[in-house]
């Protein structure tokens, strides 16, 4: 097995452009000679626009961060809402159902099943430019709602990376994009001959766990100041292996943990603006989860801490969320149910199977209605108005990625809500006009988390991360919104403040993680929360 890497930021052309330039400016000759970089960004800018397809827009954007990344990132920071559909959810999908189509040079680190007992050599081959800090490791077989897709998971890890980069200033060469090839159990892709991974089905778990042992001890001895962050595993695996490593490196899951945390701090928002119309104490919220996944579980979990904030007890937490899955409402004299499920299952229900969602909507009576599930237009314009009959302003948030897969499109929200609904999607809708108003989707995606917890727990040296941190980056996020976003009815701050909003949730994590005593920065304890956050601002990497 022969592994190749190269970081994408010492390809030939960005040696060219080295080559091409002295501390003194560019040499003569080996550029033309109006070459400007204030009117190359408008270029650069141009030819993107050209482009009429999405996945054209990433293999163009995907090539501009290999031969000028920092004309890439100062790019993308000045265009945020622009950027991330392109380089995120939703044409990072494509760029991975594509990517061995697509694939012109590599970009990450591959580790395979067949490199078991000598992974150390193979992860000893990434170049050290800088001292790694953050990883992105999937192993393919959940990207996004887009099913196991194996090798070409590596694009996920890669989007999630740039808007590390981008969003809380992670330096470029400190980061490492890793598609695990466990096999895959697509079909298509095991028949296509362009594929690039392993041309074999999924190894067992037994195996797998012994591979990811491995895996996770070596990358520990290579990279002692790593944080690690699990993307898109399969739900089994995605949560068998944050407990298993959770308390051992500094690990967390995106998918559980950072979509947990997004979803709480956008809940927070949504149901105060919901209680103050209806009147509804925030304690009495009704929560119905339509997909009982990684992230529908993980979400879950999450919000209890929304109803223990209000006072009530973790039994009395639970009572409020219902889970549906493919079988229907999820309880426990149903038989048989998957771990994961067995904390929410409901113990007040007998009855047969509950299956139709107009059907539980009527049995729940929820105030939210929160879409983890794959399934588009799940939320159909019946869904819609009998949560809307129910609450004046129903919580209605279509979860699922990308964004073919929502359970509904933000105008159908709108229009059969007669404008009230309180709306987050994963992936991005535009902005609409209703009775002459604008009103504004907000993105429920833990891109708005994962950067600043990140960036927290590295500057904090943080062994382990701990739920409290995950908890302060929710309540950090959720109390980040101005007065001028709260006044347009938004519910997440505006993707342009990135930067601020995570220097602010790593600030509140850095301190969560000196309260759980898992920090190893002693020099952070000591200042107060201005200058901690100042601290954090200058730590961060300028394109
Ligand atoms: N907005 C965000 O930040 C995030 C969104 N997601 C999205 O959430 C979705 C689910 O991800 P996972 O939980 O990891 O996947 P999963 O495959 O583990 O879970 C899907 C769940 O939906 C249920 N389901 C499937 N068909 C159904 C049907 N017809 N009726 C009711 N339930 C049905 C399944 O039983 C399962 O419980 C994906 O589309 C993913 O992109 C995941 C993480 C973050
Ligand atoms: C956003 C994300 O992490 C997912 O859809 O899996
Ligand atoms: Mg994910």
Redesign the pocket.
Known sequence: MTIVLTPYVSGGAQKLKAASQSPAGPKHGLTPPALDDAVHALRCLAQLRSKDKGIEKYIYLSMLKEQDPAMFYKLCLANMSEFTPIIY?PTVGDACLQYSHIYRRPEGLYVSIKDKGNIKSVISNWPRVDEARISVVTDGS?I???GDLGINGMPISIGKLSLYIAGAGIRPTSTIPICLDLGTNNQAYLDDPLYLGLRERRVPDNEMTEFMDEFMDEMSVAFPKLMVQFE?F??DH?FAYLERYRNKYPVFN??IQ??GA??LSGFLNAAKISSAVSGRPLSSHRILF?????????VASQLMSFFTIQGLSVDEARERVW??????LVYDARGKLAEH?KYFSRKDYEGPPMKN?LDIIDYVKPTALLG????SN?FNAEVIRAMSALNARPIIFP????VR?SECTFSDAVENSNGNVLFA???PFDPIEYNGKTLYPGQ????YIFPGLGLGSILSRAKSVTDTMVEAASLGLAESLTPEEHDAGLLYPRIERIREISANIAKDVIRAAQKAGVDRSPELREPNDDDVYKRVQSKMWTP
């Not at 339509?290 to 993980?298: E, P």
């Not at 983890?372 to 399934?375: G, N």
């Open positions: 959810t959940r996004l709602g887009l898109d399969s739900t995605a995106d998918d950072g979509t997004v979803v339509f997909g009982a996944g990684s992230a529908g579980v993980g889970l549906v899955d493919s079988q229907g499920k969602l983890l599930s794959t399934i799940a979860l699922s990625n990308p897969l999607s994963g992936s429920g995606n833990n891109m």
